[in-house]
């Protein structure tokens, strides 16, 4: 049997959702495996890792970021005679092992980012679903994106397994957040993301202008070195852009809100209105496209993302919700157990 070897890089860099999905399916994995049959690799440094009772933690140096995901990583996977699992959308291009791709905006919305970034991750994802033993991916909608651009990858080594909410569970709210940030109690709208143009917080601004009595707040930020434009959009004088939010923050914006807005073009999961109805928002208004379906199913309000004429308002008077029949569809126990097994039963 050849060594395992997670991809700890995660660890090491701000959580967005690919990164909670890693943590949170690894986390699992540690519960699912014999003691010692994983390593776990990640950049020397003073970072913050999680207490695993089976995986081996191990610092190999030197670099951090891509250079040690692409070089030093991999190095290390080879003398280890090992092989590798990379859970956060990108593997190295010497040894991609086992890995996850999460989406294709890259795909469908080439002008969203930088040349830079559009010839990099093509060259990923053409290692990726070539050479990679199994792909796992976060939606059965994200499955046929990756065939759909992809065709020659074999469609079995591609497996869905679903992000998760639990999480949040663990995430207490912090009582300061509204005053902090001049919000009042279900009485405004509440979207959260990175400010990407695929998220298209655009259609937040414009439907803000289109209702002038309401008040929008966004929380994410914006990787300036990534996308193309910029974040593509002035903001009304009734909508607020929040900046980075804490976990603690962040749960209480999106249970106290009218509504939460996710918009989105394109999405692999779109963890984050999972999120909120986890949280205890009443509604979620989410883009009208087949993942969110896939998802949702008919507890939420669907909105076409390129139309801006709604009152929100009456939408969420209008609509009924019964977030259990959601929430109890997906687990990070059951994606993980997914990764496991598919990976404990190739390598056994």
């Not at 495996?33 to 999680?50: H, R």
């Not at 809100?257 to 989105?264: E, I």
């Amino acid at each position: 049997m050849k060594r395992l070897i997670i991809n700890g890089k995660f660890l090491t860099v701000r959580q967005t959702g690919a990164q909670r999905y890693a943590r949170e399916v690894v986390a699992l994995i540690d519960e699912l495996c014999p003691k010692g049959k994983i390593l776990l690799a990640l950049p020397k440094g003073n970072w913050s890792i999680p207490y695993y009772k089976n995986i081996i933690v191990i610092q190999v140096g030197p670099f951090a970021g891509i250079l040690w995901e692409q070089i030093v990583f991999p190095l290390y996977v080879a003398i280890k005679r090992g092989i590798s699992i990379n859970l956060c959308n990108v593997a190295p291009l010497l040894a991609p092992g086992y890995s996850a791709i999460f989406d294709m905006k890259i795909k469908t919305y080439p002008h969203f980012f930088s040349w830079k970034f559009r010839v990099w991750y093509n060259l990923l994802f053409a290692n990726q679903t070539r050479r990679c033993k199994y792909i796992f991916t976060d939606s059965y909608d994200a499955k046929r994106e990756i065939l759909r651009y992809y065709p020659t990858t074999i469609e079995n080594k591609v497996i869905p397994a679903h992000g998760a909410w639990q999480h949040f569970d663990k995430i207490s709210c912090d009582k300061h957040a509204l005053t902090k940030y001049g919000l009042e109690k279900r009485n405004y709208f509440f979207a959260m993301g990175s400010l990407e143009p695929n998220k298209n917080f655009k259609w937040v601004a414009e439907i803000a202008r289109n209702n002038p009595m309401d008040t929008f707040a966004i929380a994410g930020s914006l990787n300036k070195k990534i996308f193309a434009d910029g974040v593509g959009f002035d903001c009304p004088e009734n909508m607020k852009l929040l900046g980075y939010v804490s976990d603690e923050e962040a749960k209480t914006l999106m249970r106290e809100a009218k509504a939460f807005l996710f918009p989105s073009f394109c999405e692999g999961f779109g963890m984050p209105p999972l999120e909120a109805m986890s949280a205890g928002v009443p509604r979620v208004i989410v883009s009208d496209i087949p993942v969110m379906h896939e998802i949702f199913l008919e507890n939420a309000i669907y909105i076409n993302p390129n139309i801006y004429e709604y009152n929100l308002c009456k939408l969420i008077e209008k609509s009924t919700c019964d977030p259990d029949s959601v929430l109890k569809r997906f687990s990070w126990e059951k994606s993980a157990k997914i990764v496991f097994e598919t990976i404990w039963n190739d390598v056994n």
